[in-house]
């Protein structure tokens, strides 16, 4: 095994076959340090850190995608084919559409649409709908019953543009759809391309319809939830 561009890792089993995909690397280290046992880091190329432990005895890895689809694409692409990842479970965060969905609510997308031209490069004579996959929507959605964790699960906008000149974000939102984040279309092209599971998982930090925003100590508390979510369905 040599290792990718992207990722220091020559030896086998060094990487999960669950990963655990925050945008932000520092929140990688940060879930490893605080969620997983004797967790070992396994990458730092470019700072995007990669650790793998265990969470209640199960083998599980966690690594920093970076921001958008491009970067997500580079990581989850060498993940499922190089090294050969199953299961992949983005955790981020995203911007409300709807004015019943609130900061702080964990939203799951079950499908996401996107204003990018990712989906291109495969060719298809149509328009591809980026899906989730049913299994670990199903157990995310029965781990988060079970918690008694209320959950939205719907359709997600994954976007290029953080800062967008239009305000069309209104239109996706007329087709139901729920919220607004950057990368998880990318992964479930990837994912479904390539056999692999993808899902993600996400907390309301801020809500397009009314302007509100979270603190950082208000998103701590969604995060633990998110997090709960994320371990138990891995
Ligand atoms: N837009 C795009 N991505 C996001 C947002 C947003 O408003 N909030 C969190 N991630």
Same mark, same amino acid.
């Given at each position: 095994m040599i290792p990718t561009p992207h990722i220091n890792v020559s030896k086998e089993?060094?990487?999960?076959e669950t990963v655990l995909l925050p945008g932000d690397p520092l929140r990688a280290k940060y879930i490893a340090e605080n *969620?997983? $046992?004797d967790a070992v880091q396994f990458n730092a190329v470019r700072n995007m850190f990669g650790y793998t432990g265990t969470y209640k005895g199960k083998k599980i890895s966690v690594m920093g995608t970076g921001m958008g689809m491009p970067s997500i694409g580079i990581y989850s692409y060498e993940l499922i084919n190089f090294y050969k990842v199953k299961n992949l479970i983005r955790i981020g965060s995203c911007g409300s559409m709807q004015p019943d969905l609130k900061v702080h609510d964990i939203v799951i997308g079950l499908s996401a649409s996107t204003n990018s031209n990712y989906a291109i490069q495969y060719g298809l004579p149509g328009t591809y709908a980026p899906t989730a996959s049913y299994d670990l929507v199903k157990k995310v959605v029965d781990i988060a019953d079970k918690k008694g964790i209320k959950v939205r699960v719907g359709n997600i906008l994954s976007s290029d543009?953080? *800062? $967008?000149? +239009? $305000? +069309?974000?209104r239109k996706w939102a007329k087709m139901g759809v729920l919220a607004v984040e950057m990368e998880a279309a990318a992964l479930y092209m990837n994912a479904a391309f390539a056999g692999a599971n993808a899902l993600c998982i996400l907390t309301v930090s801020d809500s397009l319809v009314n302007g509100e925003e979270t603190t950082s100590e208000e998103r701590q508390n969604s995060f633990t939830q998110m997090m709960e979510l994320a371990l138990e369905s891995a």
């Open positions: 089993g060094m990487i999960a *969620y997983l $046992d543009t953080f *800062y $967008d000149a +239009s $305000d +069309s974000w």
